[in-house]
């Protein structure tokens, strides 16, 4: 399928989409893509929906995660990944952007673009990483008018409130402030950066009635879980959020180490995506067939000794 075709896209919206995921049973798994070929990859592995991160799209550009970017870069990389998978993806709202009508325009913004949901976090700006020290809240009632004014702002979007609370608020503070985002349109909480099994479990036993999203981020203060450890402490969501990116850097970093020490990349080429793969992945003959116009493109050939190192 390619996103050129008008009647092979989606004609259920993505938030509904996402929505439906999210009252399946078990435990939605929703890997980070940081661009259009991860997105691929993942689907190809038989994920139904992905995540975009902050984080992810600000090192892409070779910026840190302080709340830099802007509401039209995220739509580039929002539009990308939805175009190329088709799946509904979640993406990183970050604090909105600013104020209530800030929030607001950046939900019709992702979700022209193709999000299915967004979360939005009570920090303030300059904002971090949920796993970061420092980190400077809003007021409960201001972030309570965000969350409304973003579930007045979607159509079908999925909005979920993120609470960085718990490491200056403790778990009391976190799930009052959860309780009262929730009460005020969220569809799901997000408690960022807990530090314990114990607190993961605390957490689910304070809101049975809330579908919640665990962050299973590495080199992070939470302790690493699977997603059915996730599911048996009652957790309906996890995202892995800036795992793609981690893999791809430091490959690619292999990569340019390889090319300084011997001066080529023969040494890597049993690490690399092959032509072919490549191809598959993109879909390239699928689009290729569209235009009979284009002559079919034949790979170039490949003797057994260089096929064995490909």
């Given amino acids: 399928m390619t996103y050129l075709i008008g009647k092979d896209l989606p004609q259920t919206p993505a938030g509904q989409r996402f929505r439906a995921l999210l009252?399946?049973?078990?435990?939605?798994?929703?890997?980070?893509?940081?661009?259009?070929?991860?997105?691929l990859q993942a689907k190809d592995n038989g994920f139904q929906a992905?995540?975009?991160?902050?984080?992810?799209?600000?090192?892409?550009m070779?910026?840190?995660?302080?709340?830099?970017?802007?509401?039209?870069?995220a739509c580039f990389f929002i539009?990308?990944?939805?175009?190329?998978?088709?799946?509904?993806?979640?993406?990183?709202?970050?604090?909105?952007y600013g104020e209530v009508l800030n929030?607001?325009?950046?939900?019709?913004?992702?979700?022209d673009a193709g999000a299915a949901a967004v979360h939005i976090e009570d920090q303030i700006l300059p904002k971090k990483c949920g796993h970061l020290n420092n980190k400077k809240l809003a007021t409960p009632q201001e972030m309570a008018q965000k969350v409304a004014a973003a579930a007045k702002a979607r159509r079908d979007m999925v909005i979920i409130a993120r609470t960085d609370a718990a490491s200056s608020e403790g778990l009391d503070g976190a799930v009052a402030r959860a309780r009262l985002y929730y009460e005020a349109g969220a569809d799901a909480i997000f408690p960022e950066a807990l530090i314990s099994e114990d607190m993961f479990r605390e957490f689910v036993r304070r809101m049975p009635d809330v579908p919640l999203l665990a962050n299973m981020t590495e080199f992070g203060r939470s302790p690493y879980f699977t997603a059915s450890q996730f599911e048996d402490m009652g957790y309906r969501m996890v995202i892995w959020p800036v795992s793609s990116l981690r893999?791809?850097?430091?490959?690619?970093?292999?990569?340019?180490?390889?090319i300084a020490r011997t001066g080529g990349t023969q040494d890597m080429l049993p690490?690399?995506?092959?032509?072919?793969?490549?191809?598959?992945?993109?879909?390239?003959y699928d689009y290729e067939s569209l235009d009979a116009g284009i002559v079919a493109t034949v790979l170039p050939h490949i003797g057994q000794a260089d096929r064995n190192a490909a």
């Fill in 103 to 111: 929030v607001m325009h950046m939900v019709r913004a992702f979700e």
């Fill in 271 to 284: 690490r690399m995506q092959t032509r072919e793969e490549l191809y598959k992945t993109i879909r390239y």
């Fill in 23 to 39: 009252n399946k049973p078990g435990i939605m798994q929703i890997p980070g893509a940081h661009n259009g070929q991860a997105a």
């Fill in 50 to 60: 992905l995540y975009l991160s902050g984080a992810a799209m600000s090192a892409s």
């Fill in 62 to 73: 070779g910026l840190p995660d302080l709340g830099i970017i802007t509401i039209e870069d």
């Fill in 79 to 96: 539009r990308q990944i939805a175009r190329a998978s088709g799946l509904p993806l979640l993406v990183d709202g970050d604090t909105g």
């Fill in 247 to 258: 893999a791809a850097n430091k490959a690619q970093d292999d990569l340019y180490k390889t």
